[in-house]
């Protein structure tokens, strides 16, 4: 089975604009969770997705978005990008909530 | 608020050393807890998943104990070698919060 497939893997955006990242799951996997990692915060949790609906949410601001279709994959969207939001951005796969997690590679986010 | 705490934060050993990372959480009403290890630069790779029911779980080299009751958990790497040199992460996971992530230990094995 393929892993977790994240795009793109490295992104270099402007202070202001904005941006989108792909994850796509695991065959079969239908919980779809992102994580930003810096630094300074390491890992923290921004929101789940399982059956095209958001389940939980971590504690970020409005300007994180995100979305599954009904194929699974997932995009989460980034507005209005601070510099403070230069991260590695992870997703998550698995085939429910509490079961386990499978990380993809991450999309670097450099915010200039 | 789940809190997650890892330690020690960096650990150097010769190979073959068999070595402990700690981990400890401060809320026990977790469902699962999982040890992840990050090469640098790189996403997470899962080494073993404890289910709150479970005691302990082993894969190879590796052997991960839990104690709910306590918030603590240890991961034992058996014979170590240059190639587990990496971050080791500890994830609880229980109610809204996902996984929550320790800051992870950074080993470092010497040839």
Known sequence: KAGVTQTPRYLIKTRGQQVTLSCSPISGHRSVSWYQQTPGQGLQFLFEYFSETQRNKGNFPGRFSGRQFSNSRSEMNVSTLELGDSALYLCASSTDSYYEQYFGPGTRLTVT | ?111
């Not at chain 2, 640098?40 to 404890?50: A, E, M, N, Q, Y």
């Open chain 2, 1 to 111: 608020k789940q809190e997650v705490t890892q330690i020690p934060a960096a650990l150097s050993v010769p190979e073959g050393e068999n070595l402990v990372l700690n981990c400890s959480f401060t809320d026990s009403a977790i469902y699962n807890l999982q040890w992840f290890r990050q090469d640098p630069g790189k996403g997470l790779t899962s080494l073993l998943l404890i289910q709150s029911s479970q005691r302990e779980q082993t894969s190879g080299r590796l052997n991960a104990s839990l104690d709910k009751s306590s918030g603590r958990s240890t991961l034992y790497i058996a014979a170590s070698q240059p190639g587990d040199s990496a971050t080791y992460l500890c994830a609880p996971q229980g109610g809204s919060e996902k996984l929550v992530f320790g800051k992870g230990t950074k080993l470092t094995v010497n040839p």
